[in-house]
């Protein structure tokens, strides 16, 4: 009990001298996270007006609100988590777990049945128990389902931003994503802490299921 104490006081104390923290809370995100997908945005022009965009693990809402910013006018964002997420003005919200059929099918419905999105992102990641293989298998899980959704929802030429944690089976899974995309990318942002496994990859030009190889690049993981 006084090692679980020990380090949740460590987490608080860090989390409020992390600059992130600070910058975050002075320009009304929910959260740092928003900072990662800003300098992807950036690196790789992900948003601009107009663009329909389905978020996996979108909780508490920060990725939302940036996401909501860059799509107006005239764009979509249909925001998904399995936990409750305080409502956004212009934000679609869909609870549930993506690897239940049914809440796939609510995505679907929300494309309007037969529409598609431009861009999937993914900031989801387990619970963290400490016992790597077990997190890493959660993990892969999510990644997985992230991309299945995915290849049902793009358009051609669509996009995909997930987060991944560096370890067993990421190799693997970028393969896979190079079977329906044109290129992939890893990409560390500098809001990711230096110690973190974590991880995302960017694969661009959805080609859907041809049996093509996209162009890897990136960080060998």
Not at 126 to 141: F, K
Not at 160 to 179: M, N, P, Q
Request: aromatic content about 6%.
């Amino acid at each position: 009990m006084k090692a679980k104490k020990r380090k949740r006081n460590h987490w608080l104390q860090r989390h409020v001298r992390d600059a992130y923290v600070r910058k975050a809370q002075a320009d009304g995100y929910r959260s740092r996270a928003v900072y990662k997908l800003i300098e992807i945005d950036r690196r790789e022009r992900l948003l601009r007006p107009g663009l329909t965009v389905v978020e996996f693990g979108a909780a508490p809402g920060s990725w939302s609100q940036y996401v909501r910013e860059r799509i107006s006018p005239g764009g979509t964002l249909i925001a998904v988590d399995i936990q409750e997420m305080t409502p956004i003005a212009g934000v679609t919200l869909v609870r549930g777990d993506i690897a239940d059929s049914k809440v796939r099918q609510r995505i679907i419905e929300q494309l309007g049945g037969g529409g598609h999105a431009d861009l999937v992102i993914s900031d989801m990641a387990p619970n963290i128990t400490g016992i790597r293989v077990l997190d890493q298998s959660r993990a892969l899980a999510l990644l997985e389902d992230s991309l299945a959704v995915a290849i049902s929802v793009l358009a051609p030429g669509g996009r995909l931003l997930v987060k991944l944690l560096e370890g067993e089976g990421v190799s693997g899974f970028r393969r896979r994503c190079a079977l329906y995309f044109s290129k992939c990318v890893i990409r560390k942002p500098a809001a990711s802490r230096a110690k973190s496994r974590e991880m995302y990859l960017f694969a661009n030009g959805f080609i859907g299921d041809t049996g093509g190889k996209a162009v890897v690049h990136g960080a060998k993981p």
